[in-house]
């Protein structure tokens, strides 16, 4: 099956800081997604991105689906920022694989 | 509001009873699917069901059963529950086809004891 592999796993940041996150997968994907599980444990959907580049807000990402990564940046970031981000990926069937996640602390 | 709920969020049991968890969707979705997430292993599937009456076995499927009688529900049932099982368990749901956004439940924190 596919490997997801995100970097860096951890890191802390001073607020007002930005961020980079990777995901590199192992296999073509038709679909992708970032989540953010905040400390209560619940995953929040941050973007749909197979391919391209969105922004929302203080986060955008890019998927380079030909070369096999993703990339979630985070400006600015805020206390409320802390927690796990995932990257799922998906290939021509209905299971995701997720990365094991990055942990974001953001300090104040 | 579309969501997808499971209940209950927090059981505490004991090895061999049986117990199940619920998900349901409301956002008319074919396709739902069952996590457990474990400190260091992010999430890992376990059963998926494409519609109504069907249903396949995900990563780590052992000592989990599953059903689909309704297009909006999709039970998570533990058999014999052993300690090996506590975790958190997430529910999501998607539009059937691949490249589509899966939404996921709030999370279901079980401990065996």
């Known amino acids: 099956g596919i490997q997801v592999e995100q970097s860096p796993p951890d890191l802390i940041l001073q607020e007002g800081a930005n961020s980079t996150l990777r995901c590199n997968f192992s296999?073509?994907?038709?679909?992708l997604q970032w989540f953010h599980q905040n400390p209560w444990g619940q995953l929040i959907n941050l973007f749909y991105?197979?391919?391209g580049t969105k922004q929302n807000g203080r986060l955008s990402a890019t998927t380079v689906a030909t070369e096999r990564y993703s990339l979630l940046y985070i400006s600015s970031s805020q206390t409320t920022d802390s927690g796990v981000y995932f990257c799922?990926?998906?290939?021509?069937?209905?299971?995701?694989?997720f990365g094991a996640g990055t942990r974001l602390t953001v300090k104040p | 509001e579309a969501q997808v709920t499971q209940n209950p969020r927090y059981l505490i049991t004991v090895t061999g009873k049986k117990l199940t968890v619920t998900c349901s969707q409301n956002?008319?979705?074919?396709?739902m699917s069952w996590y457990r997430q474990d400190p260091g292993l992010g999430l890992r599937q376990i059963y998926y069901?494409?519609?109504?009456?069907?249903?396949d076995k995900g990563d780590v499927p052992e000592g989990y059963k599953v059903s689909r009688k309704e297009k909006r529900n999709f039970p998570l049932i533990l058999e014999s529950p052993s300690p090996n099982q506590t975790s958190l368990y997430f529910c999501?749901?998607?539009?059937?086809?691949?490249?589509?956004?899966?939404?996921f439940g709030p999370g279901t924190r079980l401990t065996v004891l």
């Open positions: 799922a990926v998906g290939h021509n069937n209905n299971d995701m694989r």
């Open positions: 999501a749901s998607k539009v059937w086809d691949f490249d589509n956004e899966q939404f």
């Open positions: 991105i197979p391919s």
């Open positions: 296999d073509s994907v038709n679909n």
């Open positions: 069901s494409m519609n109504v009456e069907v249903t």
């Open positions: 956002m008319n979705h074919e396709y």
